[in-house]
């Protein structure tokens, strides 16, 4: 069993950016952790080729939470691979499969309100590409301390970020996905940008909950690997 982060290129505002989705590979059976923003379908697809495998053997896709840049093409890899089984935490499905509006959405509607003028157009963008989302139905709903993958793997709730996040732990392999727990900036781990978290002090807890757990990697969506 091993984890391989799939370096993302893309460019935002002229700006070069990556992301760092994660693939599991356990015997010879493939599972993507988040789906980057919407259209970033084939990028993914020419990392996982690039590193050999093949797309048939994608049997799961594990979402940490509802962001755009998470679920982005989900719908996507969805509908062009159906037979994949795809998980997310209970609280996040309601939000990926449209069941609720999501937590971003109403947070982004709040935000706008009281936005200074220079940023209000940004708002209105952000709040339609959230609005843009394609719902899908998730198949498998989990929950803190459940057992995946095998057994080789353990849903760790670690809110605040949204509600519903989770990180996954591998203790065979010393090893966290940390989704939007923590971040990987200037050589430590720290919570994601504390303006989107939606309670910065559970963002905190969660942050402290995956560092005791005292893994060697750190796999963080944004910032990259981090090792101790």
Not at 52 to 81: A, Q
Request: net charge negative; aromatic share 10%; charged share 25%.
């Amino acid at each position: 069993m091993k984890i391989l982060e799939l370096p993302v290129e893309f460019e935002f505002n002229g700006q070069k950016n990556y992301i760092y989705p994660s693939l599991i590979i356990l015997n010879n059976e493939l599972t993507l952790v988040d789906t980057g923003y919407t259209n970033f379908l084939t990028l993914i697809e020419n990392e996982i080729l690039k590193n050999g495998y093949e797309m048939k053997n994608l049997k799961n896709i594990i979402i940490t939470h509802y962001d755009d840049d998470h679920i982005g093409s989900l719908y996507d890899f969805k509908e062009k691979y159906p037979w994949i089984n795809l998980i997310a935490s209970e609280i996040e499905s309601k939000y990926i499969s449209g069941e609720m509006k999501s937590e971003r959405l109403v947070q982004a509607e709040e935000m706008l309100e009281n936005m200074p003028n220079e940023e209000i157009e940004f708002g209105k963008w952000f709040i339609q590409q959230l609005k843009n989302l394609k719902h899908v139905s998730i198949d498998e709903k989990v929950h803190d301390g459940d057992m995946i993958l095998d057994n080789k793997c353990r849903v760790v709730a670690t809110p605040g970020h949204t509600s519903g996040h989770i990180s996954l732990y591998f203790p065979c392999l010393k090893s966290v996905i940390t989704g939007d727990a923590a971040v990987h900036e200037n050589h430590e781990l720290v919570i994601a940008n504390p303006h989107f978290c939606l309670n910065v002090e559970k963002a905190q807890q969660s942050l402290r909950k995956i560092k005791k757990l005292q893994a060697e990697t750190y796999y963080c969506y944004h910032g990259g690997k981090f090792t101790l």
